[in-house]
């Protein structure tokens, strides 16, 4: 059974940083799709970054230049690393595995989700 779990959430103050983990389990990430979401209560949840193996990163516009993604394939792990962080990036952050194709940032297009991790970002 495909599991994904996040971790590396917190409360951190505007400008910081936080990394995040996305380590999976029965679920072999190289050349594969990855995804990280984020969503906060009331809002629909959006495609912040995904990678797949070769191809260039895409990152949404709104933390392009302090978000990278990245991926240890021999531990099976997807990472955001959040720079600058601002308050409107707070919110509960999801990585998302077995792409179905499409827009990447689509989340209607993943088959696998974690629980998420919980980012606080104070002013």
């Known amino acids: 059974q495909v599991q994904l779990v996040e971790s590396g959430g917190g409360s951190v103050q505007a400008g910081g940083s936080l990394r995040l983990s996305c380590q999976t389990s029965?679920?072999?990430?190289?050349?594969?799709?990855i995804g990280w979401f984020r969503q906060v209560p009331g809002k629909e949840r959006e495609g912040v970054a995904c990678y797949a193996g070769s191809f260039s990163p895409y990152y949404a516009d709104s933390v392009e230049g302090r978000f990278t993604i990245s991926q240890d394939n021999a531990q099976n792990t997807v990472y955001l690393q959040m720079n600058s962080l601002k308050p409107e990036d707070a919110a509960l952050y999801f990585c998302?595995?077995?792409?179905?194709?499409?827009?990447?940032?689509?989340?209607?297009?993943?088959?696998?989700w974690g629980q998420g991790t919980q980012v606080t970002v104070s002013s």
């Open positions: 998302a595995a077995g792409f179905r194709g499409g827009t990447c940032t689509d989340r209607g297009n993943y088959k696998h």
């Open positions: 029965a679920y072999t990430i190289s050349g594969r799709t």
